[in-house]
């Protein structure tokens, strides 16, 4: 959900010239241990539970108390959920000279994963905050970049990206063994032999990046459905991360910390709850190049995604109903799409009537929304599995510093549940005493289930003790100089790539119309939640409609 840290060949030659940098460095500092009093002392910080609207979404599970519907509404096309797909679809087909197009979203604003909050000091992000330079070979979203300003040209037929948006020095850093070291390899204090097979991973999977199948695509790609179609890499799918490893010989317990680090940030999961081919993809799949970046620079602001949503929602949104819910949706018998709406400010029900529908939602909603008899979908229902995350901004006076490399945008800490935080004010030209960053928790249990129910249950006190404790640990002190606290709950926080599930049959059926009318897009039906296959699948559902009239 917070999803970075790109490796690619620059930073591998980076890395390989640093590797043995740290070995002259004098005895090691001890780390500092949790300190529950400071962290318990935090009656003065304010704030509560924000994010998704929950309580709406839960009407799906019991709507024969919903009201009946009182109007009917006829549209062309009706886009179910404004989350990235969603707003992709609606802007190809704005492109593409489709009218009469229109949006309902259950939250109370459109994004999805996107999603921002803002507050007197800066704007932060809910969840996802950056984008990775992208291979100019995807052209849709280089042109998108373009038209939004993040790309101000061409110099040698590679992008220009405005140095705004590329994240600002100093970019990433890790607390290990009491000590900030640049990047997020593990450097520090670790043995040479373990440097040694770090080393040997990243060559690997230098090696994967470039490795192409019998079709002469690359094996890992982006977005995923342009991989290619090889089985000898296709099966990697079916093994777990951890097996993969455990194959190579990669046993060195800081790699494997680092690489089940990954796996929770960019998926939620841990290495056995990942595919070998998801893990490997996160290294391999990613090839920017631009005239004043490479694929290791990231794209960010400090709403996060929040920038690149409000750019594909456009100005013009008239045509998007937020805080409805779509709680049921069938053909009726005039071959016109029947959508049944409650409109939770209003509390009355709608039928909205559409030549054809893109369901941009996640397959858990599609099980209770779709009233039509297509038994093939089914099997996604079983197979999709979903993280849970808990994350939080927290507005903070000053950060106490330890020893080694300064306050970064992306800090994270050796060992802990959590995948660290970033600084949502890290872009902001102009400086500010006051910071606001934003932490991330992926509530990692083999039973997703009982994860979710987690983290639902606890209340806000819990979630800001167990934040605090965790903050107190990479900076003693740090929670007298806490004013504020808001914090978001995500139950379906993204997708997991689980073993079997990126080349199932069920993905490729659940990614097919139905009766050429209603129609698919999210990131479930990618099996990797990045801001890219979102998009991607937008245009891809939005195409099909094209494609049909």
Not at 166 to 173: A, K, V
Request: some cysteine.
């Amino acid at each position: 959900m917070s999803g970075r840290h790109i490796y690619t060949d620059m930073k591998r030659r980076e890395f390989l010239k640093r590797l043995f940098a740290f070995t002259a460095l004098p005895a090691i500092v001890s780390m500092p241990s949790a300190c529950n009093d400071r962290g318990s002392n935090n009656k003065h910080i304010k704030g509560g539970i924000a994010g998704a609207n929950h309580k709406t979404g839960h009407l799906l599970r019991n709507t024969q108390h919903l009201p009946a519907p009182s109007e009917t509404k006829d549209v062309n096309i009706l886009i179910i959920g404004g989350g990235i797909s969603g707003l992709s679809a609606r802007r190809w087909l704005g492109m593409h000279g489709v009218d009469d197009v229109l949006m309902i979203e259950m939250d109370s604003k459109t994004g999805g994963n996107s999603v921002y909050g803002e507050n007197s000091i800066t704007a932060y992000p809910w969840a996802a905050h950056y984008l990775p330079v992208p291979d100019v070979q995807n052209k849709e979203l280089i042109e998108f970049l373009q038209s939004c300003g993040v790309i101000t040209g061409y110099s040698n037929g590679l992008p220009v990206y405005n140095d705004y948006h590329l994240c600002h020095d100093p970019e990433e850093r890790l607390l290990i063994k009491g000590y900030w070291q640049e990047g997020l390899v593990p450097n520090f204090g670790v043995p040479d032999t373990e440097k040694a097979q770090i080393a040997d991973f990243f060559r690997h999977v230098e090696e994967m990046k470039l490795a192409k199948g019998k079709d002469n695509k690359y094996a890992f790609a982006i977005p995923v459905d342009a991989s290619s179609a090889d089985e000898t890499y296709r099966k990697l799918d079916a093994i777990t991360f951890e097996t993969y490893l455990h194959q190579q010989g990669y046993n060195a317990l800081h790699l494997l910390w680092y690489l089940e680090y990954c796996c929770k940030d960019d998926y939620g999961a841990n290495l056995r709850q990942t595919s070998a081919w998801a893990g490997l993809h996160y290294f391999a799949a990613r090839k920017g190049t631009a005239a004043n970046a490479t694929g290791a620079d990231v794209l960010t602001w400090p709403e996060g995604n929040g920038f690149l949503m409000k750019a594909l929602r456009g100005n013009d949104v008239g045509n998007i109903i937020t805080n409805t819910l779509a709680y049921k949706v069938s053909i009726e018998d005039n071959n016109r799409i029947a959508v049944y709406c409650y409109d939770a400010e209003k509390k009355q029900s709608t039928v909205v009537r559409a030549q054809k529908v893109i369901m941009c939602t996640p397959q858990y909603i599609n099980k209770h929304l779709l009233q039509v008899d297509n038994a093939e979908r089914d099997g996604i229902y079983d197979i999709a599995s979903y993280a849970p995350w808990v994350v939080a901004n927290v507005t903070v006076q000053h950060i106490p510093e330890g020893k080694g490399a300064v306050l970064s945008w992306d800090n994270v800490v050796y060992g802990r549940e959590s995948v660290g935080y970033v600084r949502a004010n890290h872009q902001l030209l102009k400086a500010s005493a006051q910071q606001v960053i934003t932490y991330y928790l992926p509530v990692v249990d083999t039973n997703t289930t009982a994860a979710r129910s987690k983290v639902h249950n606890k209340d806000y006190e819990y979630w800001k003790q167990y934040i605090m404790g965790d903050l107190e640990y990479a900076h003693p002190g740090i929670t007298a100089y806490v004013s504020n606290i808001d914090i978001c709950v995500w139950g379906h926080g993204m997708i997991m790539p689980s073993p079997g599930y990126i080349w199932s049959d069920e993905r490729r059926v659940a990614q097919q119309p139905i009766d050429d009318k209603i129609y698919f897009a999210h990131t479930d039906l990618s099996g990797i939640s990045i801001f890219e296959e979102g998009f991607y699948q937008g245009i891809r559902s939005a195409q099909q409609i094209i494609n049909s009239l």
